[in-house]
T-cell receptor
Framework: QQPVQSPQAVILREGEDAVINCSSSKALYSVHWYRQKHGEAPVFLMILLKGGEQKGHEKISASFNEKKQQSSLYLTASQLSYSGTYFCGTENYGGSQGNLIFGKGTKLSVKP | NAGVTQTPKFQVLKTGQSMTLQCAQDMNHEYMSWYRQDPGMGLRLIHYSVGAGITDQGEVPNGYNVSRSTTEDFPLRLLSAAPSQTSVYFC???????????????FGDGTRLSIL
């Protein structure tokens, strides 16, 4: 079952913050976050494996609420290079091993 | 270190033709997957494999076949191409410890396929 991402699109000015949400109808084993620029392959940002765990990558961090079956990606003090489409991918408990399903993506545009 | 290599990068087919998209990885990863990407639909899982000789269906498997005879290679076959299969196809691989994909997925550069 495809996870649901929100918002679908967001426009920011440089230096502003953004939050992208990802929710699943099934219990989650892991949540992955990737960023894709136009015409390129998705690039790995981070994986969250434990409930409530928060991980960081420069000014990008994420949280994982296992009980709520949700994850959020936080982008602080956004830079022009953050523009792209962000995807969450989920692997569900009870599903087949090695089965990573992605949401439809959130398009982020950072303006000068 | 080449990572995940997909060939060809571009292909145009006529309806009804068959072809094989190639994917090879040199990282000794157990997990390999094929995704298709269409505007507004995100990445949809076609087929995946957790090791040589083991494959399973993803979200949108109809019209596609896969096999995994070696750890390195995971080809995707279109049996009888249809215009609805026009898309960008990505192959990905990852390692895993224990259960599940707990390591990053590495994506190939993609194959842009048009079916006329």
């Amino acid at each position: 079952q495809q996870p649901v991402q929100s918002p679908q699109a967001v426009i920011l000015r440089e230096g502003e913050d953004a939050v992208i949400n990802c929710s699943s109808s099934k219990a989650l084993y892991s949540v992955h976050w990737y960023r894709q620029k136009h015409g390129e392959a998705p690039v790995f940002l981070m994986i969250l494996l434990k409930g409530g765990e928060q991980k960081g990558h420069e000014k990008i961090s994420a949280s994982f609420n296992e009980k709520k079956q949700q994850s959020s990606l936080y982008l602080t003090a956004s830079q022009l290079s953050y523009s792209g489409t962000y995807f969450c991918g989920t692997e569900n408990y009870g599903g087949s091993q090695g089965n990573l399903i992605f949401g439809k993506g959130t398009k982020l545009s950072v303006k000068p | 270190n080449a990572g995940v290599t997909q060939t060809p990068k571009f292909q145009v087919l006529k309806t009804g033709q068959s072809m094989t998209l190639q994917c090879a990885q040199d990282m000794n990863h157990e997990y390999m997957s094929w995704y298709r990407q269409d505007p507004g639909m995100g990445l949809r899982l076609i087929h995946y494999s957790v090791g040589a000789g083991i494959t399973d269906q993803g979200e949108v498997p109809n019209g596609y076949n896969v096999s995994r005879s070696t750890t390195e290679d995971f080809p995707l076959r279109l049996l009888s191409a249809a215009p609805s299969q026009t898309s960008v196809y990505f192959c990905a691989s990852s390692s895993g410890r224990g259960t599940g994909i707990n390591q990053p997925q590495h994506f190939g550069d993609g194959t842009r396929l048009s079916i006329l």
